[in-house]
């Protein structure tokens, strides 16, 4: 006679799903998911002493902060909302932009020189020799100086993507450009911001 | 006896849930691999401003975390201090525990380093500056402004 096969108990896992919840939950309560945010910016290297590099005043785009969070671009007093728009005319460096608005809009206008850009030719005329120097107090709250840093980044992003759309009929956006389109467009308007040390 | 009523009564079918601890399991999985343990507890109050600019940083196994904020507990009073890793951190300390923060790293990450400064938004210049001064000293170039999203009003 045939043995009949006996068939071993099957385990009971209906607990498993309760069980596995349990880790769920742990890792659920446990994630963050925020990324990072946040303006990024490269440092110059420290020095023992002062370099004093001498750069044409018209060259220079002062931009101060003062302990009561008043702002001067230039010579005059200004305000957080125009800084965006008295940076990108003073980044294009345009004589006809800084005329437009009057003399006293702008009198600085970096020069331009001849620059070999990717894409652009080799004596495409670039403001590769403006500073924005960006000065604070020791008294500046980090939110105001946080408002113009941002102003000063949009201003080159929105003067970058004015060229994506220009040159390549695309807007600047890592997803859309290739690696070195975007490089020639950041060679194009390079982001020099001198961030100096707060004044005592 | 009525002709419907059939005297036994007829239960539910029950739903089989064997599948169940599978489904479960994956989404666990998806949430172990996604995972990072949550960093150290803040023991200064920050509120990072806002801007429209911002950029994601992208490896996180190079980013540093770098808090500035006032004290959460008043007894420390009520300056701005920094806080790195559940300590907190004087200004001279920062270049040796940066360096030493350099040295654990991973040796393809460490030149790309990067410093993100959580600093509230009434902090005074004065403390980011010196700050900034000796993340100059101590080699650390790359720096991010954590700064929460903001739509851009007038473009």
Known sequence: ?200 | MSKFNKGEKRGMPELNTSSLPDLVFSILFFFMTITHMREETAIVSVNTPQASEIVKLENKSCVTTILVGKPKDRKYGVESLIQFNDDFLDLENVVPKMTQQRQSMKEVDQPKMQISMKIDRDTKMGVVTELKTQLRKAQCLKISYSAKKQIRRNK
């Open chain 1, 1 to 200: 006679m045939a043995r009949k096969k006996r068939k071993a108990p099957s385990i009971n896992s209906s607990s498993s799903a309760d069980l596995a919840f349990t880790l769920l939950i742990f890792f659920l309560v446990v994630t963050s998911m925020d990324t990072d945010e946040g303006l990024t910016r490269l440092l110059p290297r420290w020095t023992e002493e002062q370099t004093n590099q001498d750069i044409k005043k018209r060259n220079i785009l002062n931009v101060l902060v003062n302990a009561n969070n008043q702002l001067m671009i230039g010579d005059e007093i200004s305000n957080v909302d125009e800084l965006c728009e008295k940076a990108k005319n003073f980044i294009k460096a345009e004589g006809e932009f800084a005329g437009d608005r009057g003399p006293e809009y702008i009198q600085v206008n970096p020069e331009k020189s001849p620059e070999l850009v990717q894409f652009f030719g080799a004596d495409t005329k670039t403001p590769k020799n403006h500073v924005i120097s960006l000065q604070s107090d020791y008294g500046t709250s980090y939110e105001m100086y946080i408002k113009v840093q941002n102003e000063l980044v949009a201003a080159y992003n929105q003067l970058r993507d004015e060229i994506s759309q220009d040159k390549f009929g695309k807007p600047y956006d890592e997803e859309v450009l290739s690696k070195e389109q975007m490089q020639a467009i950041k060679d194009y308007y390079p982001m020099n911001i001198s961030e100096a040390n707060a004044k005592y």
